[in-house]
């Protein structure tokens, strides 16, 4: 049973340029979540997609979009990186019939923006 | 809104001894869901347990145990015989069922295990 993952692991990009990280759920899910996890503190919640819609959304700016394709697999697009975007980006999925279902993280990917 | 709160930074414990972390929150609602999740260096976040505010049972999860006092709005994780892999990072998450799948996060307790 293929677990949540995420791609790229690690990626350094410099101020104003645009990053895309990508996210593959865990099988039998069709939600997928994203969080912002600075260094040293929780995971904040950016948004939440389900049936290729965003459905829930965190307090981040316009910057942070994302998208959800057939297949529950989901991106995470930031434009006009800020020093303040470094992070751990988390990626959770679960199961949107289950209500309030566990969500299970993937491995995260480290931006670093310079 | 929710607000989650773990007030303590960091916590030690002795192998095979015991160690409570703490944890609080805040929220109008009725019907919620709390979790304890543990987060070593390789920074994946694992669930330890959940538990169901409607249910009165305290959940229990191997070495892992709850202690949920839903009118003072606590929820503290027990770690019994602590084992040195039990070291990581421990945040506590509550989920409103309104409010979606939703997670908010308390700031994480570091815990120690001296062999």
């Known amino acids: 049973d293929a677990g949540v993952t995420q791609s790229p692991t690690h990626l350094i990009k410099t101020r104003g340029q645009q990053v895309t990280l990508r996210c593959s759920p865990k099988?039998?899910?069709?939600?997928v979540s994203w969080y912002q996890q600075a260094l040293g503190q929780g995971p904040q919640f950016i948004f939440q997609y389900y049936e290729e819609e965003e459905r829930q959304r965190g307090n981040f700016p316009d910057r942070f979009s994302g998208h959800q394709f057939p297949n529950y697999s989901s991106e995470l697009n930031v434009n006009a990186l800020l020093l303040g975007d470094s992070a751990l980006y988390l990626c959770?999925?679960?199961?949107?019939?289950?209500?309030?279902?566990?969500?299970?993280f993937g491995p995260g990917t480290r931006l670093t923006v310079l | 809104a929710q607000t989650v709160t773990q007030s303590q930074p960091e916590m030690s414990v002795q192998e095979a001894e015991t160690v409570t972390l703490s944890c609080t929150y805040d929220?109008?609602?009725?019907?919620?869901?709390l979790f304890w999740y543990k987060q070593p260096p390789s920074r994946q976040m694992i669930l330890v347990i959940r538990q169901e505010a409607y249910k009165q049972q305290n959940a229990t999860e191997n070495r892992f145990s709850v202690n949920f006092q839903k009118a003072a709005k606590s929820f503290s994780l027990k770690i019994s015989d602590s084992q040195l892999g039990d070291a990581a990072m421990y945040f506590c998450a509550a989920c409103l069922r309104a409010a979606g799948n939703k997670l908010t996060f308390g700031g994480g307790t570091r815990v120690l295990v001296k062999p």
């Open positions: 959770a999925s679960s199961l949107r019939l289950a209500g309030a279902d566990t969500q299970y």
């Open positions: 929220t109008s609602e009725s019907d919620y869901y």
């Open positions: 099988s039998g899910h069709d939600t």
